[in-house]
């Protein structure tokens, strides 16, 4: 039985629109399929499925490096790769569907979609986790009713310079959107009665630290795998992942023990990776941990990273980055400028180019870095993503 691996970045878009590959994603998605090529370049793994062939270039970058990159089934090609396949073993990022052998398709599970639904909701998510910090708003708004209830039991705690973040309950991080209190009227009705989408209103908080705890489960078991720190701007944007000893991330794993334990409660039945996004937050001076922001039922690029340094074992600290597309025409050249001048290892898991040879909007980098005594993350992450954007720009 062939294992398959279909690397859905686009996950909460499939369950928000109840079908899969959406086609304005693609070019998105395709990141994490270079990056699972990385992953999976050991005998015996899983195939991977991808829109599009990665460029020879990076490819051959990979090659030097020692790592032959196995071939990706795509997807145009699905039918006729597993035409005589009554089975196969699917892995997703997110678990959504099915291979149906009578058809030669993969379509929606509805016993896998059913429960990714309500446990992936963000309004199902903040009903459950009544662990909200005195001073932060939070409602699920899935009607009229629901926004008047809000407004009536808060407007008298509202300030001129207050801010509200509204996330729809199906989404991409970085993608909820901000207003003051002027300005909500108009967005609940754009979601409301245009939009016809539930959401979710909190406050603004000044966030000054983002963490992650990655877990597993299986069999009604749950694991903490290992602590990260998201480098994310104030308002909550992902721009990448730090993963390493740092004595910040063991100070904030041994506060969550407590909170974590609820969450196989919450989900007894959910199997494979997940993550606990949490986030401190400044309030009157003081610095104030929101312990579970957001629970992921699904692979994230925390669990990639993890995966990555398992199977590519070294002494030191990883990260994860995004950096903004390259303004030269090779890329992979500069890489090992960059690898001399820093002492570095540089790894980009996915292509700087389309098949076309456009230019993709973001690029993915993975960074190997010697420990350092009072080596600060956020500083470090800073340095790195400065110096990528030099080497590679014009």
């Known amino acids: 039985m062939p294992r398959i691996f279909r690397p859905n970045a686009y996950f909460e878009e499939e369950l928000r629109l109840g079908k899969l590959f959406p086609r304005e994603l693609e070019a ?4 994490l399929e270079s990056s699972f090529l990385v992953l999976n370049s050991f005998p015996d793994s899983a195939k991977i499925l991808a829109h599009s062939p990665p460029e020879e270039n990076w490819i051959k970058y990979w090659r030097e490096k020692g790592i032959q990159i196995p071939k990706p089934i795509l997807l145009r090609n699905l039918k006729q790769s597993l035409q005589k396949e009554k089975e196969i073993q699917l892995e997703e990022w997110g678990k959504i569907s099915r291979w149906n052998s009578n058809t030669g398709n993969l379509e929606i599970d509805q016993t896998l979609a ?3 639904k309500t446990y992936g909701s963000k309004l199902n998510q903040n009903d459950w986790n009544r662990e909200h910090n005195e001073d932060l708003i939070s409602y699920s708004i899935r009607n009229s009713e629901d926004w008047e209830t809000f407004i009536k039991k808060e407007k008298d705690h509202f300030s001129p310079d207050q801010k509200f973040v509204f996330k729809t309950e199906f989404g991409f ?3 909820q959107k ?5 300005g909500l009227k108009d967005l609940a009705y754009l979601f409301l009665k245009v939009k016809r989408e539930p959401f979710l209103i ?54 969550m023990s407590e909170s974590f334990s609820k969450i196989s409660k919450f989900h007894p039945n959910y199997e494979g990776y997940g993550s ?9 001076g003081i610095q104030i941990l929101r312990k579970i922001s957001e629970v992921n039922f699904r692979w994230t690029m925390g669990c990639l990273l993890l995966e990555l340094r398992r199977r590519f074992p070294k002494e030191g600290n990883d990260l994860l980055l995004f950096l903004p597309k390259v303004q030269n025409s090779d890329p992979y050249s500069r890489l090992k400028i960059w690898e001399k001048e820093t002492g570095w290892e540089i790894l980009p898991l996915s292509t700087f180019f389309s098949p076309y040879r456009r230019p993709n909007q973001k690029n993915l980098i993975w960074v190997r870095l010697p420990a350092q005594k009072n080596q600060d993350p956020w500083e470090e992450a800073k340095i790195v993503s400065e110096s990528g954007i030099r080497v590679l720009g014009p």
Do not use: C, Q
Request: zero cysteines; proline letters at 1%; glycine letters at 8%.
């Open 28 to 31: 998105r998605n395709s990141v």
């Open 114 to 116: 059913d429960p990714a």
């Open 173 to 175: 991080a970085g993608a």
């Open 178 to 182: 901000f207003r003051d209190v002027s």
């Open 202 to 255: 909190e406050t603004w908080a000044d966030r000054t630290k983002d963490f992650s705890l990655l877990f597993s489960a299986k069999n009604g078991e749950y694991k903490i795998e290992e602590g990260t720190i998201l480098l994310n701007d104030h308002k909550g944007k992902y721009s990448g992942t730090w993963m390493g000893e740092f004595f910040e991330i063991e100070n904030y794993l041994s506060g």
């Open 276 to 284: 606990v996004d949490s986030f401190f937050y400044r309030s009157k």
